[in-house]
C-alpha cells in the first residue's frame, strides 16, 4: 500500500473517481488533497467528506497566491477544524515566481505556523529558493511542536538535516526520478527511513516514463520504485514504511 502524500485533485482534468480508481490499480489506498487557496478548499473538503479514509484535506494558501485580504490564524484553525482536515498548508516561501518586498509572503508563512499550533495539526511547507529563511522562519516560530512535511524536497542535504531536527518528514516528487536531479537522489539515499515520504504534486512534476505529461496520484508508484532503487531496499520494505510514516505523522492509528 502507497500514500500519495500531496496531490491536488481539484486541478487535475480527469475526474475524482477516475482518479481514484487508476490510483487503487497501483495499490495507491490514500492521497491528501492539498489546499492553495480558500476559494476551492470547500471543493477538496466535499471530496474527501465523500472519499473518507481515502481522501484527506488540508486548509492553506500557497505563498504565490494573490488575495487582497490575507487570513487570520483564526480563520485557518476555525477551518481546519472539519475531522477531513488532517493538516496546515501547502505554505512556505518562494523566492522564485515572486519578487520585490515579500515580507507579505514572510508574514502569511508566519501566520499558517501559528494557526498549525493552534489546532495541533502538522504543517505542509512548499520552498523554492529561499531554504534559508524558510528554516529561519520555521525555527524561530517553534514549529517542530507540531512537525510537518516538507513537500517536493529539492534542496540540500544540509537543509534537510536542519528540517530533520525540527521534526519535519522529507517527501520526494516526480523529480527524485529525473536523471540530472543528482542533488535529490543525493538526499532520498540519506534521509532515515521512518522520515521519508512520496508525493505526486499531480497534476504537475510526472515522474519518468511520463515527465512532461499531466500527473496523478497513482504514478507515485514510481517515485516510490525509484527511491527503493536509489536506496537498494526492497519496493515493498519502502512501500510499507512511507505508509507508516504518513500515518505516524498525522497520528491516524488502526491497520493501513
Known amino acids: 500500500m502507497l500514500v500519495d502524500s500531496h496531490c491536488h485533485l481539484t486541478l487535475m482534468s480527469q475526474g475524482v473517481d477516475v482518479v481514484l480508481a487508476a490510483a487503487r490499480q497501483q495499490a495507491v489506498g490514500h492521497v491528501l488533497c492539498v489546499s492553495v487557496d480558500l476559494d476551492t478548499f470547500p471543493q477538496i473538503l466535499g471530496i474527501a467528506r465523500s472519499h473518507k479514509e481515502v481522501v484527506f484535506a488540508s486548509i492553506g494558501i500557497h505563498p504565490n497566491t494573490e488575495l487582497r485580504e490575507e487570513p487570520t490564524v483564526k480563520q485557518l484553525a476555525k477551518l481546519a477544524e472539519s475531522p477531513e482536515v488532517i493538516a496546515i498548508g501547502e505554505t512556505g516561501l518562494d523566492y522564485y515566481r515572486s519578487s520585490g518586498d515579500l515580507e507579505w509572503?514572510?508574514?502569511?508563512?508566519?501566520?499558517?505556523?501559528?494557526?498549525?499550533?493552534?489546532?495541533?495539526?502538522?504543517?505542509?511547507?512548499?520552498?523554492?529558493?529561499?531554504?534559508?529563511?524558510?528554516?529561519?522562519?520555521?525555527?524561530?516560530?517553534?514549529?517542530?511542536?507540531?512537525?510537518?512535511?516538507?513537500?517536493?524536497?529539492?534542496?540540500?542535504?544540509?537543509?534537510?538535516?536542519?528540517?530533520?531536527?525540527?521534526?519535519?518528514?522529507?517527501?520526494?516528487?516526480?523529480?527524485?526520478?529525473?536523471?540530472?536531479?543528482?542533488?535529490?537522489?543525493?538526499?532520498?539515499?540519506?534521509?532515515?527511513?521512518?522520515?521519508?515520504l512520496v508525493e505526486t504534486d499531480s497534476p504537475y512534476l510526472a515522474p519518468v516514463p511520463y515527465r512532461g505529461k499531466d500527473n496523478q496520484p497513482a504514478y507515485v508508484r514510481y517515485v516510490a520504485e525509484h527511491i527503493a532503487g536509489l536506496r537498494d531496499v526492497p519496493f515493498a520494505e519502502l512501500a510499507t514504511q512511507t505508509t507508516r510514516n504518513f500515518f505516524t505523522l498525522f497520528k491516524m492509528g488502526g491497520s493501513h
Request: hydrophobic residues 40%; charged residues 30%.
Open 105 to 196: 509572503q514572510k508574514q502569511r508563512f508566519r501566520t499558517h505556523i501559528v494557526a498549525a499550533k493552534e489546532c495541533r495539526k502538522p504543517l505542509i511547507v512548499h520552498t523554492r529558493e529561499a531554504a534559508e529563511d524558510v528554516i529561519r522562519i520555521l525555527q524561530e516560530e517553534r514549529a517542530e511542536e507540531v512537525g510537518g512535511i516538507m513537500h517536493c524536497f529539492v534542496n540540500s542535504w544540509e537543509t534537510a538535516q536542519k528540517a530533520l531536527d525540527l521534526n519535519f518528514y522529507i517527501s520526494f516528487s516526480g523529480i527524485v526520478t529525473f536523471p540530472k536531479a543528482t542533488q535529490v537522489h543525493e538526499v532520498a539515499r540519506r534521509v532515515p527511513l521512518d522520515r521519508l
